[in-house]
């Protein structure tokens, strides 16, 4: 029988250190929810007490006094089309730059890299005179092209490496019983993807769900944009709803929360995988 470890000193000052740190991650999702249930006058007073009633007209006064139903299909919307073409186009691209290793694929592998090192709030005038362009600004293609084309540097980067474990010979063997390569990435090399998929699917969307500033540009004035963008119209310059932004907030986090616990697994190795490979 393998003896059990005894807890040393370190052991449990890391112990501590990670529930501090848990604590401080965990105390502005339970700030925002206790003040979801709190009326703005009771939040105003006394921003960290408990509420004193269970205080719901914060979610109707939300849906009466903004077209939030509209928001949360706008975001429903661009989180998931992005996201299927994202994991529709970004996969083969790394797949091709792997797997026909070469000058061109090299340099365009290093393209998509040197992408990463560039800050959007730089190219982020030029990209939107594109988009005018191309006639989608003020439309829902507008942000779901932008979001797509943010993904595939570091999409490119942690395919590129997961597929490095991925042998040869399973693709070989699909070759020889007649698959050609687009049948063979799609039915015999993407379904081992799937931690590196999971790893995709957390990252960009809740970057696309959380993202405020692409809609609220992007987006046209005067209508209901995204659900970001509508909690925080209720912040204004001399007065502000802070129970309504708190309502908002907790109906937001609720569906992050829901996908991020389905790819949870597959997001740790895809991440693990990645770097180790890589």
Same mark, same amino acid.
């Given at each position: 029988?393998?003896?059990?470890?005894?807890?040393?000193?370190?052991?449990?000052?890391?112990?501590?250190?990670?529930?501090?740190?848990?604590?401080?991650?965990?105390?502005?999702?339970?700030?925002?929810?206790?003040?979801?249930?709190?009326?703005?006058?009771?939040?105003?007073?006394?921003?960290?007490?408990?509420?004193?009633?269970?205080?719901?007209?914060?979610?109707?006064?939300?849906?009466?006094?903004?077209?939030?139903?509209?928001?949360?299909?706008?975001?429903?919307?661009?989180?998931?089309?992005?996201?299927?073409?994202?994991?529709?186009?970004?996969?083969?691209?790394?797949?091709?730059?792997?797997?026909?290793?070469?000058?061109?694929?090299?340099? !365009? $592998?290093? %393209?998509? @890299?040197?992408?990463? =090192?560039?800050? &959007? +709030? !730089? $190219?982020? %005038?030029? @990209?939107?005179?594109? =988009?005018?362009? &191309? +006639?989608?600004?003020?439309?829902?293609?507008?942000?779901?092209?932008?979001?797509?084309?943010?993904?595939?540097?570091?999409?490119?980067?942690?395919?590129?490496?997961?597929?490095?474990?991925?042998?040869?010979?399973?693709?070989?063997?699909?070759?020889?019983?007649?698959?050609?390569?687009?049948?063979?990435?799609?039915?015999?090399?993407?379904?081992?993807?799937?931690?590196?998929?999971?790893?995709?699917?957390?990252?960009?969307?809740?970057?696309?769900?959380?993202?405020?500033?692409?809609?609220?540009?992007?987006?046209?004035?005067?209508?209901?944009?995204?659900?970001?963008?509508?909690?925080?119209?209720?912040?204004?310059?001399?007065?502000?709803?802070?129970?309504?932004?708190?309502?908002?907030?907790?109906?937001?986090?609720?569906?992050?929360?829901?996908?991020?616990?389905?790819?949870?697994?597959?997001?740790?190795?895809?991440?693990?995988?990645?770097?180790?490979?890589?």
């Amino acid at each position: 029988m393998k003896a059990v470890k005894k807890p040393t000193a370190r052991d449990f000052i890391l112990f501590v250190l990670l529930i501090f740190i848990s604590l401080l991650f965990l105390y502005p999702i339970l700030f925002a929810l206790q003040s979801a249930f709190k009326s703005n006058g009771e939040i105003l007073k006394n921003p960290i007490a408990l509420p004193t009633t269970f205080y719901v007209q914060n979610f109707k006064d939300l849906f009466e006094q903004s077209d939030f139903f509209t928001a949360i299909v706008h975001s429903v919307c661009l989180t998931v089309v992005s996201e299927l073409l994202i994991i529709l186009i970004v996969p083969m691209a790394a797949y091709a730059i792997d797997r026909r290793p070469g000058r061109f694929t090299g340099l !365009l $592998y290093t %393209f998509f @890299l040197a992408g990463m =090192m560039v800050p &959007f +709030h !730089l $190219y982020m %005038f030029p @990209l939107f005179k594109e =988009m005018k362009f &191309f +006639h989608i600004f003020g439309t829902m293609a507008g942000p779901v092209v932008s979001y797509i084309a943010g993904s595939v540097s570091f999409g490119t980067l942690l395919y590129c490496s997961f597929l490095k474990t991925v042998p040869l010979e399973i693709e070989e063997a699909a070759k020889i019983d007649g698959c050609t390569p687009f049948m063979t990435f799609w039915r015999v090399t993407f379904p081992l993807l799937g931690p590196c998929t999971g790893s995709m699917v957390i990252l960009n969307g809740l970057g696309i769900w959380n993202d405020y500033l692409m809609p609220y540009l992007v987006l046209p004035s005067g209508k209901a944009k995204t659900i970001t963008v509508e909690i925080a119209s209720f912040v204004g310059q001399y007065t502000a709803r802070w129970d309504i932004v708190f309502a908002g907030t907790i109906i937001s986090i609720v569906p992050a929360l829901i996908i991020f616990i389905m790819f949870q697994k597959y997001f740790v190795k895809g991440i693990t995988a990645g770097g180790a490979k890589g």
